[in-house]
């Protein structure tokens, strides 16, 4: 996979994960309850992830929200800080 498929992909997987949990990356760091970096952050920890197969499959179970992030989150912590669910 090249770098920008990559990113492209874990891009869709960080912003889906956080729409799942009731955030929102991108209002987040525009309003300042998050850093302008968080969106690109969260991105690059995403890439670095291992569980991308585990992550979509989660996801797919989780399609109407879910109140938590799954344990191996590398966002896990920002994710539920800026979640509304």
């Known amino acids: 996979m090249g770098l920008f498929s990559k990113i492209d ?3 869709a997987l960080a912003n889906r994960m956080a729409n ?5 990356l991108v209002e987040a760091s525009t309003s300042g309850m998050a850093p302008e970096t968080a969106v690109r952050t969260a991105i690059y920890s995403c890439m670095k992830c291992d569980q991308t197969d585990a992550c979509e499959d989660w996801l797919d179970a989780h399609a109407d929200g879910a109140d938590h992030t799954p344990d191996y989150c590398r966002n896990k912590a920002l994710l539920e800080r800026l979640g509304h669910r």
Request: no cysteine.
């Open 9 to 11: 992909r874990h891009s």
């Open 20 to 24: 799942t949990v009731g955030a929102n």
